[in-house]
């Protein structure tokens, strides 16, 4: 990974901007990833936080543009404890692909794959290389596996654009301790994808985002970019169970409400609570109350119902963001413009958290997202909307 680096004119600049070249698809023609470095190189704890990898979710990318600003502020002040790096455009080929005057941004139009999905899973070869290597020192195997990984990531030899865009990501973000990557739904409340291992550890972060749903994982399928950071600890504490491996990268992904909800009170209290997240984790000398009281209940992937839509029509929606819902009760009701109409219904009890802003449905399209407590019999597998 070869970064180009562009730091302010003093001597001790309080941020270093990193760009890292993509190689260019047609003659002419290259983009670039870049990321902004708060405190020193290699200091503990370490924080990555990205936003804009689906580029249509555009909250995010505004949220990180402001918590940089304030990190800016508070490294010339000499208050930032660790290391953090932030990358508010994580994704700037999506942010290029536009079709008749709507971004599109979730799908690389090249190979029809999903920007957040199929990053590098590490574990294997990380414990192919630390085998007979780790004890009984917790410090010393962070360590170990940190190196490990960036070996692993070195080995690598991405050649498409898009390879080497995840692959440039996953460089900047293996070895943090905090791993935040920032994303919206298509119509929905505040929420958040960790692992099940991680739980109750990322409590705080939940409560202070405010968040109304948690989605609990420990293998949401498709290799997500927050899960290939984190999934690797407790891949690796399985597999070495006499060996002192905690679990040393929190991860997670938050959903930041609506895909083009963007206004200036959001912004404001979204980058507020990212930096009191900071403060309390050590990473900004600061002062923060107490942790706001936690607004919902974890729950796990696979109590979470796809609202899925059985016929084409107009969507006429009976349950509001935020409703708590029964099975049974009627969600919608599906209008065709020339004929019956078809109630759609929960199948679980739960939370709608999550809408489709354009009501308009098809045979299988999700119109609603419901986080339900127990597991439900067809959530195997991908569990994450594709």
């Excluded at 600003?69 to 942010?95: D, H, M």
């Amino acid at each position: 990974m070869t970064a180009y680096s562009e730091t302010p004119p003093s001597a001790k600049p309080a941020t270093n901007r990193e760009t890292y070249p993509l190689p260019g698809v047609a003659a002419g023609t290259q983009r670039s990833v870049t990321a902004l470095r708060f405190g020193t190189p290699g200091a503990r704890p370490k924080a990555y936080f990205q936003a804009g990898l689906h580029a249509d979710e555009l909250p995010g990318m505004v949220v990180l543009r402001e918590l940089a600003k304030q990190l800016e502020t508070e490294a010339e002040q000499g208050r930032i404890l660790g290391e953090i790096i932030v990358v508010p455009v994580a994704n700037p080929i999506g942010l290029a692909q536009r079709s008749f005057g709507y971004m599109q941004g979730r799908y690389d139009t090249g190979a029809a794959s999903n920007f957040n999905r199929d990053y590098p899973d590490l574990a294997p070869g990380v414990a192919d290389r630390i085998k007979g290597t780790i004890g009984d020192d917790a410090d010393a195997n962070v360590a170990t596996i940190r190196a490990a990984m960036a070996e692993e990531l070195a080995g690598m030899t991405p050649v498409s654009e898009v390879d080497v865009l995840r692959h440039t990501l996953m460089q900047l973000a293996h070895d943090a301790d905090i791993v935040l990557d920032l994303h919206a739904d298509n119509e929905a409340q505040i929420h958040l994808y960790t692992g099940t291992a991680l739980w109750p550890e990322a409590q705080d972060l939940a409560a202070e985002i405010d968040a109304r749903a948690v989605l609990l994982a420990e293998c949401s399928g498709g290799n997500p970019f927050d899960e290939a950071c984190s999934a690797p600890w407790w891949t690796l504490t399985d597999r070495f169970p006499d060996a002192s491996i905690p679990l040393a990268c929190l991860a997670a992904t938050v959903e930041l409400r609506s895909n083009n909800s963007v206004n200036a009170a959001d912004i404001h209290n979204d980058t507020a609570a990212l930096m009191r997240f900071l403060i309390r984790r050590g990473l900004v000398e600061g002062q923060v109350g107490a942790v706001p009281r936690l607004l919902c209940d974890a729950t796990p992937l696979t109590g979470m119902q796809q609202v899925i839509a059985p016929v084409a029509g107009i969507v006429v929606y009976n349950a509001e963001l935020g409703d708590t819902v029964r099975a049974g009760d009627v969600i919608a009701n599906i209008a065709d413009p020339l004929g019956d109409s078809v109630d759609v219904a929960a199948r679980t009890d739960g939370c709608l958290f999550a809408r489709h802003d354009q009501p308009y449905a098809w045979p299988g399209k999700i119109i609603g997202k419901i986080a339900g407590t127990t597991a439900l019999a067809e959530r195997k597998g991908r569990l994450l909307t594709d």
